[in-house]
């Protein structure tokens, strides 16, 4: 049986109708794409003799510091206290305040330590010397997603990542992933190019090319972004046919463009922009599946424009 769709349920809540956006769930698919075709990944085009765009953020790099063989013997030699204490101690591990103390002496601040490669795992931040190429990650002609807030003239939209992790962007919040532009353009300005590799990447954020099997809908808010009546309505309604309102008849699923965002794990973080703006959801980026990509934990990236100009910094969240 298939359920019912938005259109349905706003005819039986006709409140709900200011909300419905329409939306472009992209289907993914490995194979490889045709240049003149909406797609995620490469094949790269760019204006010719412009320069390709290149991260100038800092990067949050791994960084691993060797544990002295002295500083090894100190931790070993606690843990066998801690356990030989835990044997007379009805099985409760406890570390004396000067054991502690030596304990953070050899962390040193980081973040965790392996206690068989006997090294430390700490992030750290890195301006990078040479600046890293982004990597092309959507090609969206405006054909594929005509909702979305096309500039006068432009008709393909490109969408680059730094495939690195950042922090403090602007218009972030705990924000902790992937650096993203947006580029409206004029595809009979656009050539094939060869983009330079990436100086360092993370895994998972290279996408592997994939053809896109576009299709349109309208897609209705998370609960967190409705008045209760409404929210109670919808879900009513939603039970009739045993379904939940949040994803079966809001927020869609997958690799989409325009639409609502779902706030599945955490509660609704409005995004707004440096101007004030309240951002409008542009793209979502999933894990897994045929790009495989992964974002935050294998969760969703969602990428927000502000209304007011589209040439302020996009806004990001991870769910
Ligand atoms: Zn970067
Ligand atoms: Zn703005």
Redesign the pocket.
Known sequence: MTGPTTTELVAAVPGLAPYLRPATLLHPYAATPDPRASRIGGPALWPAGAPWPR?T?E?LADEYRDVSAADRAIWEAIARAERERARSNGGVHVVTPDEAAEQRRIMDGADSIDLIAWHTHRKVAER?AAD?ALVPLAHVRAEDAPHLPWPEDADRLQVLW?P?D?RELPNTRYYYGP?VELHWQRAADLAPVTPPAPRRSEDGYLPTPCALRPEQILDLPDQDELPEELHEAAEEFAQRYGLEYHRALSCAEGWKLGGWPSWHSTDLVPVDCGCGARMVHLLTVDSGLAPDVSVGRFGELRVFVCPTDLAHPVGLDLQ
């Open positions: 991260c953020a990067h990078p890293t730094c690195n950042h650096n």
